[in-house]
């Protein structure tokens, strides 16, 4: 019988030893190769034909979810087993949600792992029994946190700025009491305690930014969904209801699109380095910024992203510029409907 081709990853070389010693146990199973980081995964997956992917997902340029998310695409017959110390909720449920075959917590018994390899092997679900409870009844968990609210997500991009109490009050129209109770709510949904911990939370799962194609789209849309392919897409619009406009129209084409939105070129760019996106839509003019620079930034950020711009003004040599920084086209935001849009999305996914 052909052995079962397994790649190992994880950034400490002590634990993939470990990890290597235990695995090796098991009968028909042959370790090809042993990486650190996520360039290093995506190479070993290309040059070798990997059944089976041992993963710890926090490892240096690897965003877990997008890619995760990019491997089960590129390969969905692959096996993937993550192998991590985090039980935090959330996280454990957007990697099963991205096409992770198991989650086995690192402290648990080595015999578990064995036994969870060869689960996994057999087309099996396999989940740590400490980690069931939490996902069967989240609500017994403090760590549990549902999927934030569009002012949580405004407050968390804030945080991640740098600004102060005061400056959010002023760019939320709200007062600094209710921004201060607005924080103690997002801290809780996070389990976090303070606006140092919320940015490191964010930076360590960006995904808690975005929306989903399916909470953008209406429950009339939802009865004419047309894809259920996987797409990540970044909104850079200075116009909030049209930025809430272009959600909704994703969210109809592709309900699991994550969809994360900017209003500013530092909120663009750092999005763009976190999450990675497949698309990024780009308006020409951002209040005083120049869209043009956004679009060479996030290439630069993430050269794999395709970048649309967009404008309600269009001009050649707008239409010029973007192209020299990289936009893959130059679309008239009138002619932006639903049919446009699912063929910028169906070439991405192509």
Not at 69 to 88: E, N
Not at 172 to 182: C, G, I, P, R
Request: proline letters at 4%; hydrophobic letters at 45%; charged letters at 25%.
């Amino acid at each position: 019988m052909k052995p079962v081709r397994l790649l190992l990853a994880d950034d400490h070389a002590v634990v993939r030893a470990g990890i290597r010693k235990t695995v090796e146990e098991i009968p028909n199973l042959k370790i090809v190769a042993e990486v650190g980081d996520g360039p290093q995964i995506f190479a070993a997956l290309a040059s070798e034909n990997i059944d089976c992917l041992l993963i710890d997902v926090s490892m240096p340029e690897f965003e877990p979810i997008s890619a995760i998310k990019q491997i089960r695409a590129d390969f969905p017959d692959i096996k993937i087993l993550v192998i991590s110390a985090h039980d935090d909720n959330i996280y454990v449920q957007g990697l099963l949600g991205a096409g992770v075959n198991g989650y086995h917590l690192k402290d648990q018994p080595l015999d578990d792992l064995k036994l969870a390899v060869q689960r996994v092997l057999d087309g099996e679900r396999w989940i740590s029994s400490s980690l069931i409870s939490k996902l069967v009844n989240p609500s017994s968990s403090i760590e549990t946190a549902s999927p934030l609210t569009v002012r949580q997500r405004d407050l968390l991009r804030l945080l991640q700025e740098g600004h102060d109490n005061q400056t959010i009050a002023n760019l939320m129209n709200l007062s600094v009491k209710t921004v201060e109770n607005h924080l103690t709510r997002l801290y809780r949904q996070l389990n976090v305690q303070s606006r140092l911990e919320a940015v490191n939370y964010a930076l360590r799962y960006p995904h808690v930014l975005g929306i989903m194609g399916k909470e953008a789209a209406t429950s009339d849309d939802l009865t004419n969904l047309e894809t259920k392919s996987f797409v990540s897409i970044l909104v850079v619009d200075d116009n909030s209801r049209y930025r809430a406009q272009l959600q909704r129209m994703i969210g109809r084409l592709c309900p699991r699109a994550a969809i994360y939105e900017a209003d500013n070129i530092p909120t663009a760019i750092r999005l763009a380095q976190q999450v990675k996106p497949q698309l990024a839509l780009i308006d020409v003019v951002l209040n005083d910024e120049d869209g043009i620079s956004c679009a060479r930034r996030v290439k630069a950020a993430c050269p794999q992203t395709h970048v649309i711009l967009i404008s309600a003004y269009p001009d050649r040599e707008f239409h010029r510029l973007g192209l020299q920084a990289g936009a893959v086209a130059f679309l008239d935001k009138k002619d932006l409907d639903l049919q446009t849009l699912r063929l910028v999305i169906n070439d991405v996914m192509d």
